[in-house]
């Protein structure tokens, strides 16, 4: 697949690095400097490359949107046209501290996002776990008992593409149903912060949903 990092920071820049070792061609765009761009590219070594977020949308089968939400406006501009683009969402929308959420309950970032975007196929993926166990999973890819990882969205292709990008990451996907549904994953994604920011087990942590 073609995969374009839109916002190449803690989530970004780990995944589009994780998506580039497992095969993908990959384009790192939107960091404050494309010298971090351009390192990331590097040391992602597979076909991993720097470019523009309107370089990284183009052509892209799958897009990772992985920007701090008061930036959501400033990167879509850059872009381009998104209609009909897959874009996977890790984005929270949180507010300018970072600590609590600007849209919840009756909405989420992940919809909000669907409505600024002619024909979405929007999935909200990633936002649920932190970002310094992500190369954990990776590594421990092969074995059993995969950490699992929601995801959600209203659109049939782009959640098959966001399952394929899910399990090429090392997690275990786990179809929570439509878009409307991150606005319970994304308040999860609080929790897990608590765990993993506040606890004395550190932050390299996941979760694993368990059906008996
Ligand atoms: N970090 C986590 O563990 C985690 C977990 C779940 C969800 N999330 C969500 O995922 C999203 C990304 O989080 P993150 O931690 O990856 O954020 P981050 O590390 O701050 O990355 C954001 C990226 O945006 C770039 N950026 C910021 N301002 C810019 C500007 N004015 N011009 C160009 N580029 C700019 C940053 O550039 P620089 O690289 O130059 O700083 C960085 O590459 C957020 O919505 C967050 O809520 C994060």
């Known amino acids: 697949m073609r995969i374009g990092i839109l916002g190449s920071g803690l989530m970004g820049g780990k ?15 939107y960091a404050r400097s494309d010298e971090k761009l ?69 909405s989420s970032g992940a919809e909000e996002l669907a409505k600024m975007i002619p024909k979405p196929r929007v999935v909200s993926a990633f936002g649920t776990v932190p970002s310094e166990v992500l190369f954990d999973v990776y590594e421990a890819k092969r074995k059993t008992g995969r950490p699992s990882l929601v995801y959600c969205g209203d659109d049939k292709r782009a959640k098959a593409v966001a399952v394929e990008l899910i399990r090429d990451a090392g997690f275990d996907p786990v179809d929570a149903g439509p878009l409307r549904i991150a606005r319970y994953t994304e308040p999860f994604t609080l929790l897990v912060a608590q765990l993993a920011y506040e606890g004395n087990r550190g932050p390299e942590m996941a979760y694993r949903f368990e059906w008996f």
């Open 38 to 106: 351009k390192k990331l590219a590097r040391d992602a070594k597979g076909k991993a490359r720097p470019g523009s977020p309107r370089e990284a949308a183009q052509e892209a089968d799958a897009l990772l949107l992985a920007v701090h939400w008061s930036r959501l406006d400033d990167v879509l501009k850059q872009t381009g046209d998104l209609s009909g683009k897959v874009i996977v969402t890790c984005s929270l929308p949180m507010n300018a501290d970072d600590t609590g959420l600007v849209i919840a309950h009756t």
């Open 15 to 29: 995944l589009g690095t994780i998506w580039a070792r497992a095969g993908h061609e990959v384009v790192f765009s």
